[in-house]
Structure formats: C-alpha cells, structure tokens
C-alpha cells in the first residue's frame, strides 16, 4: 500500500529553519510530481511547494519564494522541505503529497496520494 510519511515539523522562532521530510513506501514515486500543502487552524489547505520528477523544475508559492527549498532524493524515495527565515504565519500543518503526471500543479485535486502530515509552529 503506498504511504507517504511526513517528518522533521516541531517548534521554532520566528526567523529560524526547520527542514521537512517525506518518506514514500509502498511504491516507487520517483515519477510523481511531489508537492507540500499547508493547514492553518480554522484555514483551507494550500499549496506551498512542488517538484516534477527529476528535479529539475520548481514551482512555488509567492510567499515562501526565497525562503523554501523543496528538493528530492528518488534513491531514497524522499522529498525535503527546506524552510528558513520562518514566519508566525508559516504555522501550519503541512502535507506532503503526490501526483501522476509531468505537470507541476498547485491543485490539491491533482494529487492521488497525500501524508497524514506535520505540525509546524512557529513562535513571534
């Protein structure tokens, strides 16, 4: 059965870094378009950040421009989110998901496969 695992969220200060994992079993996803989305209390989830398969391309958010890195290691069926200068209003579960096809996309209706995802609370 295909699983993605988030990891890596926890508590930090404004302006410090946390890096996310997501670890995929139960099939190879180094095919998928992989992406994070983001959950803040009482909030729709959004898209923060994709990757096509190979790494090559990027696609994020206008507001984490500059601030997050999502990167992927298809030998070991992970993908990272690397986040610093983090804000109080990047608090937010945030989710890690996959989607077929070779389009980077921001719509959460495109992922087939989605993590029970990863508290991240960042204090002011």
């Known amino acids: 059965q295909a699983q993605l695992v988030e990891s890596g969220g926890g508590l930090v200060q404004a302006g410090g870094s946390l890096r996310l994992s997501c670890a995929a079993s139960?099939?190879?996803?180094?095919?998928?378009?992989m992406g994070w989305f983001r959950q803040a209390p009482g909030k729709e989830r959004i898209f923060v950040a994709a990757?096509?398969?190979?790494?090559?391309?990027?696609y994020y958010v206008d507001y984490v421009k500059g601030r997050f890195t999502i990167s992927r290691d298809n030998t070991k069926n992970t993908v990272y989110l690397q986040m610093n200068s983090l804000k109080p209003e990047d608090t937010a579960v945030y989710y890690c998901?996959?989607?077929?096809?070779?389009?980077?996309?921001?719509?959460?209706?495109?992922?087939?496969?989605w993590g029970q995802g990863t508290q991240v609370t960042v204090s002011s």
């Open positions: 998901a996959a989607a077929g096809g070779l389009i980077l996309t921001s719509r959460g209706r495109d992922y087939d496969y």
């Open positions: 139960g099939r190879t996803f180094s095919n998928y378009v």
């Open positions: 990757i096509n398969w190979s790494g090559s391309n990027t």
